[in-house]
């Protein structure tokens, strides 16, 4: 089932949770809303859910305006943070409730309830109770509720986020892999980047209650839109670095007191033609810097941090703190002097007034 938002705000008295959102979610696709805490991805699930109503716009299911269904007749189903599971009943009694609720036949339900465990491997745990389980299997107990109901749409808010890092690990695999066996229309929200771009094929990008963007994980990566998502996406965070765009005998030059940079006529052309002044900011992934003490433009080692597979090395450039990826065998001491070279087919450039991408094609 397809998802539309069309114009959809929701207020809550003077704060705009959510400003005008036109989206699109697939038929069986897995989307995940990213964004920092307040930023309205919450609110946006809330309203699929339909335990929020729109103050503006609307909401689709398929070609159907669903504004007004009762939240009960929208064939959802919902796995919260904190898993919502009925303490006094045992794992068959939490997953079955829905169908009681239904009055769904007792034997239809045995058989329905031990289907949805089995797959969501926990058959065996069905006459423990909550405080028995492990997080993890509180967390499968959850999906399998919300999956009993055979729902057309699986909304999910941060069902990972109470876990410890190994089963998160674990789990992002586990619910990506159940989510295109089932081909159920799936939102995930997170404020976790890392799960947004390992588990959905496409995430929408939320902030201060305006979309950013909508893309799949490699393009959010490495063609932002604009200098929010660019921050936002990565880890370690990208490097920004206040330049100047000058042009110079039909050569391109991003110039500061300490750098100089050529760049290739087609991309300082368009960066030129998009910018609104010659001072823009200049962004570069840790991974995309090659160090050196040889060649390049000359820093000095700020602190040097072992990550095991790589070292992460802060140097600094003037002002600017500058954040490189180094092979495990690189050897430095604080105070070093070091020198940086920048891969210019990954750079990415920004204006600082509109904080738009300089080398994407405009909207």
Do not use: W
């Not at 299911?61 to 904190?82: L, T």
């Not at 500061?256 to 570069?284: C, V, W």
């Amino acid at each position: 089932m397809k998802i539309i938002f069309k114009d959809l705000c929701k207020y809550f008295g003077r704060v705009k949770a959510v400003d005008n959102l036109n989206l699109e979610v697939g038929d069986g696709e897995f989307v995940a809303l990213l964004g920092p805490s307040g930023c309205g991805k919450t609110t946006i699930l809330l309203m699929i859910a339909g335990i929020y109503k729109p103050s503006k716009g609307f909401i689709y299911f398929d070609e159907r305006v669903i504004n007004d269904v009762s939240p009960k007749d929208r064939k959802i189903g919902m796995v919260f943070q904190s898993y919502a599971l009925y303490p006094h009943m045992t794992v068959l009694n939490n997953i079955a409730y829905p169908l009681k609720l239904k009055k769904v036949h007792r034997k239809e339900i045995k058989e329905r309830v031990q289907k949805v465990a089995d797959m969501m491997g926990i058959g065996e745990l069905l006459d423990r109770k909550p405080a028995q389980l492990s997080g993890g299997q509180q967390q499968r107990v959850a999906l399998a509720r919300a999956l009993i109901k055979e729902p057309e749409i699986l909304l999910l808010d941060e069902p990972l986020s109470n876990l410890d890092a190994r089963l998160r690990i674990m789990m992002r695999s586990e619910l990506k892999r159940l989510q295109k066996d089932l081909g159920i229309t799936t939102v995930f929200v997170t404020h976790d980047q890392l799960e947004a771009l390992t588990m959905a094929d496409k995430v929408a990008v939320v902030n201060s209650g305006c979309l950013q963007q909508f893309s799949g994980p490699d393009e959010l990566y490495n063609h932002p839109k604009n200098l929010f998502v660019a921050g936002f996406i990565g880890s370690p965070p990208i490097n920004f670095i206040s330049v100047s765009l000058q042009k110079s005998d039909g050569r391109f030059l991003l110039k500061n007191r300490y750098l100089q940079i050529e760049l290739a006529k087609k991309i300082g052309s368009k960066a030129e033609n998009n910018s609104t002044s010659s001072e823009i900011l200049l962004g570069i992934r840790p991974e995309h810097i090659t160090i050196n003490k040889k060649e390049g433009i000359e820093t000095e080692v700020y602190v040097v941090e072992p990550l095991g597979r790589d070292i992460l090395v802060s140097v600094k450039l003037g002002k600017s703190m500058i954040k490189v990826l180094a092979l495990p065998s690189f050897k430095a001491n604080m105070g070093d002097r070091v020198r940086l070279n920048f891969n210019l087919d990954k750079i990415m450039l920004f204006d600082k007034k509109s904080e738009k991408s300089l080398l994407l094609d405009k909207d």
